[in-house]
């Protein structure tokens, strides 16, 4: 079974544009996370997709989007890059939500901001 | 504020005995705790989980300890084995809700 999936491996931004970073959740799985992980705050809750529905949202400002398409890929967006938003950006997916069922992670986009 | 603290960045273990990590919580609603151990360029991964309704949960040469009186969690590795050389992640659930809290990390080096 193919794990979860991320594109790209890496990025390199400029101040002011906007980014596209994409999932595919391991097949069978509703559940679809998004993570950023930086050295000062470690890994950070983004927000949380199921059955194309946002379910749950960190503590991120409002550039910070996402969405999740009818077959459970998604999508997250970051508009007016700061040069603080460089960081490590995972997704993980589960079977259902709101459930004792594991996460399972992608490896990473890398987003570097300039 | 941190919700879910390993108190210790490193560890080094000799290959063979017994590498014990920990890690502490905060919020008595945390119903689900995780340990994912994290290689460099790669996601976490999952390695073991444990309900608050339990004590202990096992899996091959791991084991995870929960004491929720104390808010204390702890993960056996026995034997140690220097592939375990990693970052582990603790992480823990709110009952209903599926977003992890995780602490800060322990990088394990195992020494051959």
């Known amino acids: 079974k193919a794990g979860v999936t991320q594109t790209p491996r890496y990025l390199i931004k400029t101040r002011g544009q906007q980014v596209t970073l994409s999932c595919s959740p391991i097949?069978?799985?509703?559940?679809v996370s998004w993570y950023q992980q930086t050295p000062g705050q470690g890994l950070q809750f983004l927000f949380e997709?199921?059955?194309?529905?946002?379910?749950n949202k960190g503590n991120f400002p409002g550039r910070f989007s996402g969405r999740q398409f009818s077959n459970s890929r998604s999508e997250m967006n970051v508009s007016t890059l700061e040069l603080g938003d460089s960081a490590l950006y995972l997704c993980?997916?589960?079977?259902?939500?709101?459930?004792?069922?594991?996460?399972?992670f992608g490896n990473g986009t890398r987003l570097t901001v300039t | 504020d941190q919700q879910v603290k390993q108190n210790s960045p490193s560890l080094s273990v000799q290959e063979g005995r017994i590498s014990i990590l920990n890690c502490d919580y905060t919020n008595s609603m945390f119903d689900y705790f995780l340990w994912y151990k994290k290689y460099p360029a790669e996601g976490p991964t999952f390695l073991i989980s444990i309900s608050s309704i339990k004590d202990k949960n096992e899996d091959g040469r791991f084991t995870v300890f929960l004491n929720k009186s104390a808010k204390h969690l702890s993960l056996h590795i026995v034997p140690s084995q220097p592939g375990d050389s990693a970052v582990y992640f603790c992480a823990a659930k709110l009952s209903g809700a599926n977003n992890l809290f995780f602490g800060t990390g322990t990088r394990l080096t195992v020494i051959p």
């Open positions: 997709y199921f059955s194309e529905t946002q379910r």
């Open positions: 097949s069978g799985h509703r559940s």
């Open positions: 993980a997916s589960s079977l259902r939500t709101g459930n004792n069922s594991p996460l399972h």
